[in-house]
């Protein structure tokens, strides 16, 4: 069973920092874009960023300058470092796969965490 795990949210004030992880875990080969989504309550959930196999990242505008995406492709991990973070910013946190190739189940597409809280403080 493949499995995407969040940690590291939490509250803190504006101005703040967090740093998000997401871990996959099971029979995986491959993961091809993983991302970074936020729900705030009473809003459609929206992205927030993005980075490809080999990369190649993508950031809404509202966190451009802010927000920092990396992946670690040995250990199946993406990371979201939040800074300067602003009320706003308070929602829950959503790790995505647009697709895993596993040894086991083959192709997986569109795998989801379960979300983890931000709330910033004013």
């Known amino acids: 069973q493949v499995q995407l795990v969040e940690s590291g949210g939490g509250l803190v004030q504006a101005g703040g920092s967090l740093r998000l992880s997401c871990a996959a875990s099971?029979?995986?080969?491959?993961?091809?874009?993983m991302g970074w989504y936020r729900q705030a309550p009473g809003k459609a959930r929206e992205v927030v960023a993005r980075?490809?196999?080999?990369?190649?990242?993508g950031y809404a505008d509202s966190v451009k300058g802010r927000f920092t995406v990396s992946r670690d492709n040995a250990k199946n991990t993406v990371f979201l470092q939040m800074d300067s973070l602003n009320p706003e910013d308070t929602a829950v946190y959503f790790c995505?796969?647009?697709?895993?190739?596993?040894?086991?189940?083959?192709?997986?597409?569109?795998?989801w965490g379960q979300g983890t809280q931000v709330t910033v403080s004013s």
């Open positions: 980075i490809s196999s080999s990369g190649s990242t």
């Open positions: 099971g029979s995986i080969v491959r993961i091809n874009v």
């Open positions: 995505n796969a647009d697709s895993i190739t596993t040894t086991r189940m083959g192709t997986l597409r569109d795998v």
